[in-house]
């Protein structure tokens, strides 16, 4: 159920999923507290306070916990996690994901637009390769992946890039090295939990190999 990550970071701290009973680093998970008024809320950036309370960045995870009531269990007491929740958990790091991104591209380690990031891929710049969801497959087919695994993140649609870059809808985007580079791919990583079916690849279905 938890899509959890291939490698452990033993540098990064670890939490427990009150949904699989797995621990992982905290990367991997979404933080959840509960409100002065007993209701559970996703903590995405992590600096709500109070308690916290994990589930793995899986949307079978958090359905899972709320159907189960487990929630109240790791509170060790009633609380109300809504219904919406999951959906919830989605949104907002979707929204993180896009100002993360918006921030990289302030800093001058986001581009976007085909001739840019062609090039960029072609100057071995690119560390990563950004494509739209929506994007037609032929389209985005032209672009090779930079070299090694998980080099790909596509989870965001068009308009939802083109947020990022201050666009109206943006297909084609590319990260370089240092900056914001390892928090949007993180945070993206996490965000395909929510997104994607269990078993497919953080970078999207049309993840392509070099």
Known sequence: MTRGRSKKDHNEPERRCIATGETQPKGGLVRFVIGPDDVVYPDVAEKL?????????????????????????????????????????????????????????????????????????????AEYLIQSSDGSERGKSKLRNPPGSGRFIGVLTSSELGLAFGRENVIHGALTAGGLTPRVVEEAQRLSGLRLKVGDDFAGKGTKTT
């Open 49 to 125: 306070p109070g308690r916290g309370i994990w589930v793995a960045a899986d949307r079978a995870a958090i359905d899972l916990a709320v159907k189960k009531g487990l929630f109240s269990r790791g509170a060790k007491r009633a609380v109300k996690a809504p219904e919406t929740l999951t959906d919830d958990v989605e949104k907002a790091l979707t929204r993180r994901v896009i100002d993360l991104l918006s921030l990289a591209r302030k800093s001058g380690v986001a581009i976007c637009g085909y001739e840019k990031v062609k090039t960029s891929l072609w100057n071995e710049e």
